[in-house]
């Protein structure tokens, strides 16, 4: 099966801070990512669509300042939490497909997730 | 049994019994559906999945059905194991769009000697 890395698998940050996570597919290109955000004992809430080479799509209620995505190639995504809270602390998960599945193929391929904690 | 915990529900059962656990999605429209399972401190891990145009579909000690009428999804597993204790999530999505995952609440299945 495709392969999805995201690093790091941890991250502790001061509060006033911004971090860095990254998502890439090893073996297949993705023109399409979703970042999703899970807090303890609760569901998958999806964040964001990443497009490569154009603007993420967010969904309602999350913040585009707060959570700056950018798709700069077709195995690379990165999510940055900028000016980082106490609040932001959460499990931050990534998903991509595999295009080469073609038009109409639906299944995700998830990261390993990014534990954030803010100080 | 089941019993609600502070936001996930759970399912307790013996080694050896099968499970159910169920879902409810909320769009008609979704076409496509999946089945996951999260490990404490990991990614989801795809199970299983199921199209709009099936009711039932089969894998290797699990089976999903889909009741498109009530929107309701199940997963059954077979001679559970303890290696099956985890989070269990149904995502929804509809392909016409652009293929965006949709989460259930989660089921946390917990498997006793």
């Known amino acids: 099966g495709a392969v999805v890395s995201q690093h790091p698998s941890w991250v502790i940050c001061k509060s006033g801070t911004s971090v860095k996570i990254e998502c890439r597919s090893l073996?297949?290109?993705?023109?399409?990512m979703f970042w999703y955000r899970q807090f303890p004992k609760q569901s998958l809430m999806l964040m964001a669509t990443?497009?490569?080479?154009?603007?993420?799509?967010?969904e309602q209620g999350v913040e585009k300042d707060k959570f700056l995505i950018n798709h700069a190639s077709l195995t690379l995504s990165t999510l940055t939490v900028t000016s980082a809270h106490p609040e932001d602390s959460s499990f931050y998960i990534c998903?991509?497909?595999?295009?080469?599945?073609?038009?109409?193929?639906?299944?995700?391929?998830f990261g390993q997730g990014t534990r954030l904690t803010v100080v | 049994g089941e019993s609600v915990g502070l936001h996930l529900p759970t399912l307790s059962v013996q080694e050896g019994d099968n499970s159910i656990i169920n879902c409810a999605y909320s769009?008609?429209?979704?076409?496509?559906f999946i089945w996951y399972k999260q490990e404490s401190g990991k990614g989801p891990q795809f199970i299983i999945d199921?199209?709009?145009?099936?009711d039932k579909r089969q894998g290797q000690r699990v089976t999903v059905l889909l009741n498109k009428t009530v929107k309701h999804l199940s997963l059954q597993i077979a001679a559970t194991q303890p290696g099956d204790s985890a989070v269990y999530f149904c995502?929804?999505?509809?392909?016409?769009?652009?293929?965006?995952?949709?989460f259930g609440a989660g089921t946390r299945l917990a498997v006793h000697p």
């Open positions: 990443s497009n490569e080479g154009s603007k993420a799509t967010y």
């Open positions: 769009n008609s429209a979704s076409d496509y």
């Open positions: 199921i199209r709009s145009n099936m």
């Open positions: 998903s991509a497909r595999d295009e080469r599945r073609g038009v109409g193929n639906t299944e995700a391929f």
């Open positions: 073996d297949f290109q993705a023109t399409t």
């Open positions: 995502a929804e999505t509809y392909s016409g769009g652009y293929n965006k995952l949709i």
